[in-house]
């Protein structure tokens, strides 16, 4: 694999594209026929339906914690990692459970007045403040507001992704938002890598192919791993994936032993391996 210049990763800012990503989504689901509703997805049991909903409380809980203030603190304490992915669960399959007494067009409906407010909140959030909430599949314990707000626009491009793939809907894998997905995906590889043993110096590369595509370098440091825009000369190991790969490998939406037969290795496996299980996303 070639080397190119690396670059240190940079903020990425993703308010503006919440606005058209919601159009996307609107348009999306109001050409849904009844029976596309049912229609499995690959988020585990929930259906085309249970997936809208749960936009539909990602808009809602937005609203209240980031406009309102209005946070319900949980009611058993977050001890860590595992406790807060438990609790997340719970909130989640809570609502989803009660919401299915909701109509498609209920759903609809309140999702395109949710929509442009959680836009207009995300757009006014200073960049560089301390977000209310870590981006915790990162592994920070104190994040800046563009990345909550990446891991939104993540949250919302990727579930919308989930039922564009059920009804056999066009994915939106074009540059404008593929490439800020996976520039703040990649940023889920430090904390994969963090038991990961190797030599300061030592490179992963992960390219996503195409005529657009990116590609990315984990480097082992004297304390532990970065990521860089760009792919680094010799590296031990290089992962190759086409765009749809790419987002399903790191959203939970490709089994690793279904990815490791749709990406190409080279080099070291056992330094592959562990970016076969990245997720970006709390699990």
């Given at each position: 694999m070639n080397g190119r210049s690396l670059e240190?990763?940079?903020?990425i800012y993703t308010a503006e594209l919440f606005p058209p990503l919601h159009q996307e989504l609107l348009a999306l689901l109001r050409g849904l026929a009844p029976a596309?509703?049912?229609r499995p997805t690959v988020a585990g049991s929930w259906r085309v339906r249970d997936v809208a909903s749960h936009l539909l409380d990602g808009d809602l809980r937005k609203l209240s914690?980031?406009?309102d203030g209005h946070l319900v603190p949980p009611e058993e304490p977050i001890g860590g990692y595992g406790d807060l992915v438990g609790f997340l669960n719970r909130l989640n399959a809570e609502w989803v459970a009660a919401s299915r007494r909701l109509s498609p067009r209920v759903l609809v409906d309140l999702l395109a007045m949710t929509g442009p407010a959680v836009s207009e909140v995300m757009a006014a959030l200073p960049?560089?403040?301390p977000a209310i909430f870590s981006v915790a599949w990162a592994g920070e314990s104190r994040s800046?507001?563009?990345f909550d707000v990446g891991r939104e626009y993540t949250e919302r491009w990727h579930?919308?992704?989930q039922i564009r793939d059920a009804v056999g809907a066009p994915l939106l894998l074009e540059r404008r938002w593929l490439h800020p997905l996976l520039d703040l995906s990649v940023l889920a590889l430090p904390r994969a890598y963090e038991s990961v043993a190797a030599d300061p110096g030592t490179a992963i590369v992960f390219a996503v192919t195409g005529a657009e595509g990116d590609s990315w370098s984990l480097i082992r440091n004297e304390g532990g791993w970065d990521v860089f825009r760009g792919a680094a000369p010799d590296p031990a190991a290089a992962l190759r994936a086409d765009p749809d790969t790419s987002?399903?490998?790191l959203y939970n939406a490709l089994p690793p032993e279904v990815a490791s037969k749709k990406v190409e290795i080279e080099g070291d496996a056992a330094l592959a391996a562990?970016?076969?299980s990245t997720r970006s996303v709390m699990v």
């Open positions: 240190p990763l940079t903020p596309d509703w049912e914690i980031q406009r960049p560089h403040e800046e507001n563009w579930h919308q992704m987002w399903r490998l562990p970016l076969l």
